[in-house]
């Protein structure tokens, strides 16, 4: 069976540019998830949907992050415009029934100079 | 602030040795603790959980003790492996699905053969 997978691995960005990243999660799972990744925060929430709706987002996160689910096997992650503080590994997991496990894909790791 | 907090960021143990990792949080609705494994460059995964209305947790080698009235848990890694290197997250939801979890910042545990 196919985990998440997170497209693409590594992205470098000038700051000011557009970033998306892209997420498929597990098969039949309902709920996804995106989080950022760093050392001081650890991992931060940026946004949860079940069943394509958007249950939560992290507040800090809402002007230049957007989280949309295209379908229930494809999600993006926008943000606009990019700043070096956004530099970070961005996580996209996935959840069924209610087992409350995540699953994760390998991350996308953002650069922005 | 970080509702979910882990006291050290780093551990080095010796082969054979247990690594104890700390956990606390505040908000007194969290009722599910999974403990994430991470290895670098991959995304983290499961490694086991508790629901607050157990004390202790045994998988193997790792345990979960759990204090709902002091809120506060540990991993217990006993007879710590080298391939135990890793990072480890903290983590807490309200229940078990439906809500994201919230995660701590991390221990990085380094075992020395």
């Known amino acids: 069976d196919a985990g998440v997978t997170q497209t693409p691995r590594h992205e470098v960005a000038e700051k000011g540019q557009t970033i998306i990243l892209k997420c498929e999660p597990v098969?039949?799972?309902?709920?996804l998830f995106w989080y950022r990744q760093t050392k001081i925060q650890g991992l931060e929430l940026l946004s949860y949907?079940?069943?394509?709706?958007?249950?939560?987002d992290g507040g800090a996160f809402k002007d230049r992050f957007k989280a949309e689910m295209l379908n229930s096997s494809f999600s993006t992650l926008k943000i606009q415009p990019t700043e070096p503080k956004d530099s970070a590994v961005y996580l996209c997991?996935?959840?069924?029934?209610?087992?409350?496990?995540?699953?994760f894909g390998e991350g996308s790791k953002l650069t922005v100079l | 602030q970080q509702q979910v907090r882990q006291s050290s960021q780093s551990l080095t143990v010796w082969e054979g040795e247990t690594a104890i990792l700390n956990c606390s949080y505040e908000?007194?609705?969290?009722?599910?603790f999974p403990w994430y494994q991470q290895f670098p460059g991959e995304g983290p995964a499961l490694l086991i959980a508790?629901?607050?209305?157990?004390d202790k947790k045994e998988d193997g080698r790792f345990t979960i003790f759990f204090n709902k009235r002091e809120k506060n848990l540990s991993l217990h890694i006993k007879d710590s492996q080298p391939g135990d290197s890793a990072t480890y997250f903290c983590?807490?939801?309200?229940?078990?699905?439906?809500?994201?979890?919230?995660f701590g910042t991390g221990t990085t545990v380094s075992v020395s053969p």
């Open positions: 997991a996935s959840s069924g029934g209610n087992t409350g496990q995540l699953y």
């Open positions: 098969s039949g799972h309902n709920d």
């Open positions: 949907f079940r069943s394509k709706s958007l249950m939560e």
């Open positions: 908000n007194s609705a969290f009722d599910y």
């Open positions: 508790i629901r607050s209305v157990s």
């Open positions: 983590a807490a939801s309200p229940y078990q699905g439906g809500r994201a979890l919230i």
